[in-house]
């Protein structure tokens, strides 16, 4: 494997450890950051001509520590620095010597993010960035803001982390479930990301998806009793089970009504459902548990051959009532369409206000195809375009402008 490709791999594999790892000694997430950033170009600069460390973690782990020590030399950060930084690099080098992998410190990050100091709306873009490595950008294009916006937001995060000093000390237990929700918010998001990410040609997190479940499996381990965790996981083995089906053999894109069953993986829906079914013992309904039924619903298309759409509609209802998100209201629309009729779906489309949906691919993506089915093709066409605008997958562009030539015929 080529010095770039390992690079690569491990940044993908270990950037988030890595940081939360160092994170967790170190009170200064920007300054954490910065030098994890350096310790990644001076691999790039020095790897390629002394070759490829046997244990790569821990190389960078030292350089980074190396540039944490010099910046608190330069700038008398505390008393207590230098003694921190130095036990920090003890300790890398006996878990080198020993070959063990750093600890998994994501979780206290995680928690970390959802301090009560921390302002609500910043918690889940906060755990995106530092401890799943997705950059301002992208986290303000799903959150639509602007990325210099959100930027800024993330910067004064860090920097009230740093100032008052907050505990990265794993919560009480009282206090576990208040804080749990933006957690799950955050690995959700997450995992969003990846969805879409093996379409994107120049992605270098292509296991974003991976990661996200692996901490869902990590807080389970955290939050046994908590329903909510159970339904996330089952909600993302239920999806991932169905990413083989996605593209067919050339590359094109596949929504889910007309994807082959046969190459849905069996094992990650069994999976799915022995943790949904393990979520509804709690008797404590929510968010992820509707949403991994929707998705246990079109499972069953495996067994039965057909989609229990009606069944599906009544579960976005819920949702709705409980969730009142933007693709709640979008999916119950789709539903009751299936269910019901394009006009009746349409109807329901229509009822979200238009400022909500300016930029949101799949609101623009069903209204085209409930327009195409009532034969109001002007506004089929526009609809169409502008989910090919908003649309980051090639193949989503590629199947909606298909649809849209069909208009012409």
């Known amino acids: ?37 350096d310790a990644f170009v001076a691999a ?35 008393e207590d620095a230098l003694p921190t930084l130095l036990a920090m690099s003890e300790d890398a080098q006996r878990l080198a010597a020993a070959g063990a992998v750093f600890p998994d410190e994501r ?65 009480d237990a009282e206090q576990v479930p208040e804080r749990l929700d933006a957690v799950l918010e955050a690995v959700y998001a997450a995992y969003g990301s990846g969805w879409e990410e093996p379409a994107i040609a120049d992605c270098p997190r292509s296991s974003l998806a991976e990661e996200a ?25 239920h999806c991932e089970a169905r990413r083989g089906a996605r593209h067919d053999g050339e590359g094109n894109y596949v929504p889910l ?5 046969a190459r849905w993986d069996r094992r990650l829906m069994l999976e799915a459902e022995q943790y949904l079914n393990a979520a509804a013992q709690a008797g404590r309904i929510g968010r992820f548990q509707l949403m991994a039924a929707i998705q246990s619903v079109h499972a069953q298309r495996l067994t039965t051959g057909r989609t229990e759409w009606e069944a599906i509609a009544h579960l976005y209802e819920g949702l709705v009532r409980i969730s009142p998100t933007l693709g709640a209201y979008v999916g119950r629309a789709a539903a009751i369409a299936e269910a019901y009729g394009a006009a009746r779906g349409l109807a329901w489309l229509e009822v ?34 502008r989910a090919i605008g908003l649309s980051t997958d090639a193949a989503v562009r590629r199947y909606l402008g298909r649809q849209a030539a069909e208009l012409e015929l």
């Open 1 to 37: 494997m080529e010095t770039l490709q390992v690079i690569e791999r491990v940044a993908r594999d270990a950037y988030g450890r890595l940081l939360s790892y160092l994170a967790v000694n170190w009170r200064d997430l920007g300054a954490v950051e910065d030098a994890l950033g």
């Open 44 to 78: 790039l600069e020095s790897w390629p001509g002394t070759g490829v460390p046997d244990k790569p973690e821990a190389w960078l782990v030292t350089a980074a520590r190396r540039r944490l020590i010099d910046r608190a030399r330069r700038t008398r950060i505390s």
């Open 107 to 171: 979780l206290r990050m995680l928690l970390l993010c959802t301090h009560p100091a921390i302002d609500a709306a910043m918690r889940t873009p906060l755990m995106l960035q530092t401890v799943l490595g997705i950059d301002a950008a992208r986290i303000a294009s799903a959150f639509i803001v602007k990325p210099a916006t959100m930027s800024q937001r993330l910067t004064r995060a860090k920097a009230k982390i740093r100032a008052e000093r907050l505990t990265f000390e794993l919560p």
């Open 213 to 237: 479940i692996a901490l869902g499996r990590l807080l389970l381990r955290f939050a046994p009793r908590e329903p909510e965790v159970y339904g996330l996981l089952a909600l993302m083995l």
């Open 257 to 261: 009504s007309e994807q082959a069953c």
């Open 352 to 385: 979200i206000p238009a400022a909500d949906v300016v930029s949101y691919q799949p609101y623009w993506a069903l209204a085209g195809h409930l327009y195409k089915q009532l034969h109001r093709l002007a506004e089929a066409r526009s609809a169409y375009s």
